[in-house]
């Protein structure tokens, strides 16, 4: 699955500038994340500390990143879909489909503990969003990140390039199981809402600060495509 994704993503420019910006500029650490994936597999991650509690240890460097995907369809969320947008998060204004929301739920957390926040779309903004600053600018160290299990494989390695704690958690409904289906997504093209086994979601949220543990955080920002808490 990992070979054939990597050849079908050298005919398309996000292959091409990961070759660019990652393996070619880093071909030892390129070399050695592959080596452990290839012994270990997604087991190669370390997952990001905990707290006493239990919790995430959440701060300035471990990011949280959900799909676009998981943006409600019925009724439609207000900010679109494949975007990193969310009307709720950054504007405060809350739509009916916001309400149980889970990017609008677990982004309300993650802020208010001091971490950024990331919806994520393309290969290619994950990335100039992700991957590229935590590999060149050490801006992230650990992260949980809610992806279809066909993209476990070629994330895995880029977190590896990056030295980062990660912690993957697989969609159960509506995710991508083939390549076209997961290039349709790819460019915006993504008819199904995806979700979590309710155990993994209610999981996520009971690791995740309260809200109201986050310091007196109640604004955030973007930064680029990542929200971040405003200082």
């Known amino acids: 699955m990992m070979l054939g994704f990597c050849a079908r993503s050298l005919l398309r420019s996000y292959g091409w500038n990961f070759l660019r910006h990652v393996a070619w500029r880093h ?14 597999g997604q087991r190669a991650l370390d997952p990001p500390r905990r707290t006493e509690d239990g919790r995430i240890a959440l701060d300035d460097q ?11 369809l019925d ?6 879909r494949a975007n990193h947008d969310c009307t709720y998060l950054e504007r405060g204004v809350s739509a009916t489909a916001c309400r149980g929301c ?21 290969a290619q903004d994950i990335l100039d969003d992700l991957f590229r600053p935590a590999i060149d600018e050490k801006r992230y160290r650990a992260g949980v990140f809610g992806l279809c299990r066909y993209s476990f494989d070629p994330f895995t390695v880029p977190l590896l390039i990056a030295n980062m704690h990660g912690t993957l958690l697989p969609f159960e409904e509506g995710d991508c ?4 289906t997961w290039l349709r997504a790819d460019e915006g093209d993504k008819e199904e809402q995806t979700c979590f086994l309710a155990r993994h979601w209610s999981a996520l949220l009971q690791s995740l600060p309260k809200a109201e543990d986050g310091a007196g955080r109640t604004t955030w ?4 495509n990542v929200l971040v808490p405003k200082a």
């Open 177 to 180: 199981r083939d390549y076209p």
């Open 75 to 80: 009724p439609p969320c207000p900010a679109g």
């Open 221 to 224: 920002r973007k930064q680029g």
């Open 102 to 122: 889970p990017i609008g739920e677990a982004g309300r957390r993650v802020l208010a503990a001091g971490a950024p926040f990331y919806i994520m779309t393309s």
């Open 62 to 72: 471990t990011m949280v990143a959900l799909g676009f995907c998981m943006k409600p």
């Open 27 to 40: 071909p030892l650490r390129t070399l050695r994340a592959v080596v452990l994936w290839a012994l270990r």
